[in-house]
């Protein structure tokens, strides 16, 4: 580690305000009085003199460690004392969740458009590297100022393998998890992280997420409404997972060009493509990327 970073003291940076708290750490907008630049501090919960450090700072550390890429977030150094770890970020202005709640009427289309293309670029290389995010939402999707992309929040990312090995289901915020997840899926892959883009989509052109429930089932039950209730021909094997139930209410997919009536007919094809209940014919983000919706996109 001290090849990489410059192991700095904690009394560099000087706190600023916080960030936010997820469940392993706290965020905090800090300066660092060397540079002068703001920097995101995490801090790191545990007392790890006491409790170890957590898994899930460690797997943050060495996952971000292989991800240099313009659309995820850089992991500048880590500051350890006594007791805590302090991961050191690039600070970004704002996430996609605030910028969405700041607009006034609908996010203009080519705006949608270039946001969506750089979280794909950043999802598309994480795989690229056999690595799956797990917990893509708009509060992990960071926007700077001039609209530039970063994703942040590697704590439940994890390398796979192929042929797949079981995972916990216990992954991805509730509204942006993956149907296969809902229904106890523990061997997955790369398309629960193209469901959760699909989503972030949804939320871009609704300005509210497509599918809100406070628990599985009943978020199972608002993705049911929207995409009908699956059956062997959608989704062959589906009957057979530890979730299904025969007792589900029967639903009937939407039409979401009546969805999102404002969005342009490739935008939908797109999300179309995400938000497939079988996870088998999810369109990977190497594959999105060249959707002719981005056709603008790839001029010179």
């Given at each position: ?7 700095p ?36 919960l ?54 969405i ?7 203009p ?41 970063k ?58 997420p ?43 997919r ?9 969005a ?28 002719p ?6 001029i010179?």
């Amino acid at each position: 580690m001290t090849a990489v970073f410059g192991r700095p003291e904690l009394s560099r940076f000087t706190t600023v305000s916080v960030l936010g708290q997820g469940a392993y750490g706290k965020v905090y907008k800090a300066r660092d009085t060397q540079s002068g630049l703001f920097i995101a501090m995490k801090k790191t919960l545990h007392n790890f003199e006491r409790e170890g450090v957590p898994t899930t700072v460690l797997r943050e550390i060495c996952l971000l460690r292989e991800l240099t890429h313009p659309h995820i977030v850089n992991l500048k150094d880590i500051v350890v004392t006594e007791r805590r770890l302090y991961l050191i970020f690039e600070f970004v202005e704002s996430d996609l969740r605030k910028f969405i709640r700041a607009q006034e009427g609908p996010i203009p289309a080519m705006q949608v458009k270039r946001i969506m293309y750089q979280t794909l670029e950043g999802v598309c290389f994480c795989h690229s590297r056999r690595i799956m995010h797990r917990d893509l939402k708009p509060e992990n999707i960071l926007i700077s100022e001039d609209q530039t992309i970063k994703i942040a929040d590697f704590g439940l990312a994890r390398a796979f393998q192929i042929p797949m090995r079981p995972y916990t289901n216990e992954v991805q915020t509730l509204w942006y998890r993956a149907p296969e997840l809902l229904l106890g899926a523990t061997e997955y892959s790369v398309g629960i992280d193209m469901w959760s883009v699909g989503c972030i989509l949804a939320d871009l052109l609704k300005k509210e997420p497509l599918f809100r429930a406070n628990n599985e089932q009943a978020q199972f039950n608002e993705i049911m409404k929207v995409m009908g209730t699956p059956t062997e021909a959608v989704w062959p094997g589906v009957t057979q997972m530890r979730g299904f139930s025969g007792s589900f209410a029967t639903y009937h997919r939407l039409d979401f060009h009546t969805l999102f009536p404002e969005a342009e007919p490739l935008c939908i094809d797109l999300m179309e493509k995400m938000l497939v209940l079988d996870p088998s014919v999810r369109i990977s983000a190497k594959q999105a990327l060249k959707h002719p919706y981005f056709a603008e996109m790839h001029i010179s």
